[in-house]
């Protein structure tokens, strides 16, 4: 899943970034041109094995802005599970439960509208 967050993060802040999927032998062939790749045009290369995404490369920087989100993300993640303790896990469950049957009763609708 983390490797999904990862392309969206290149897609949507990168722009003109290229994503390139490649499998791990020819990876491991052509590793000085993708590096370049990577370092020059910011560009990402996800490695695929036996037909599975199992690592991507990408440029330090974006690696670095990464990083920090995720601390970021935790600590949020933190504050919200501390604001919750309180809350029964069967109530939190229901209530999560009923509000994604409700988003997906209004997409289902807004779907029919279009």
């Not at 370092?39 to 990402?44: E, N, V």
């Not at 049957?101 to 609708?109: D, N, P």
């Amino acid at each position: 899943m983390a490797w999904h967050e990862t392309i969206m993060i290149i897609m949507v802040n990168e722009g003109d970034a290229m994503i390139t999927e490649t499998n791990a032998v020819n990876f491991r062939q052509n590793l000085g041109e993708m590096l370049n790749q990577v370092q020059y045009r910011h560009d990402s290369v996800m490695i695929n094995k036996d037909g599975k995404p199992v690592a991507v490369l990408i440029d330090a920087r974006l690696f670095e802005r990464i990083r920090r989100m995720q601390g970021r993300f935790d600590a949020l993640c933190q504050r919200i599970e501390a604001g919750f303790s309180q809350v029964p896990e069967s109530t939190g469950m229901a209530e999560i439960e009923a509000a994604v049957a409700q988003e997906r009763r209004e997409s289902s609708i807004s779907a029919e509208d279009h």
